[in-house]
């Protein structure tokens, strides 16, 4: 569990990192002391402009101190191929609000329909013709059942049939997700 000041750092981290590149003045990063955040750790950087998504890049690998992943992650998230043709810009700095998914250890599943609860855990899918996964908080924006979760998965991100979750050959993974972002920090302010 992050602290709240950890959990601000972070999200001024990649702030700069993404404000650094998108205006070509890059800023030094800050000294990080905390132990949480020097502990290898996965997560995923999401960038939405009025409630849109414009980027979301993640890593499930642990070989690097959260802080350092974060900062990868910030700096991926701008190459996300699916806003190539529409990259950020530096007029649209001021309206992103950046979101920190920080990444439990995937866990393997027997059987996804019993063993993943909806809005608490991510899942991977990984199989023969790609491999595909969504953070906890899609089933919450979408509202999709279980099967809708994996179904999407599978087919949309995967790459592959949507039925292929149930496939023997095919892996499902879970995961946890510590999610915050700008805009708790500007609710927490604020008293809403």
Known sequence: MLSVADKKLLLRIARDTIAGLVTGKPTAPPQVESAALQAP??????????????GCIGTFSAR????QTVRQMASAVLRDPRF???PVTAGELPELDIEISVLSPLEKTKDPLKEIELGRHGICIEGPMGSGCFLPQVATETGWTK?????HCAGGKAGMPPDAWTWPEVTVYRFE????????????????
């Open 64 to 67: 690097t101190p959260l802080v």
């Open 84 to 86: 190539q043709g529409e």
């Open 177 to 192: 997700a510590e999610v915050f972002g700008e805009h708790d920090s500007r609710d927490a302010e604020s008293g809403t």
């Open 41 to 54: 750790c996965g997560c995923f950087v999401s960038l939405h402009n009025a409630g849109d998504l414009r």
């Open 147 to 151: 099967e809708e979760f994996l179904s």
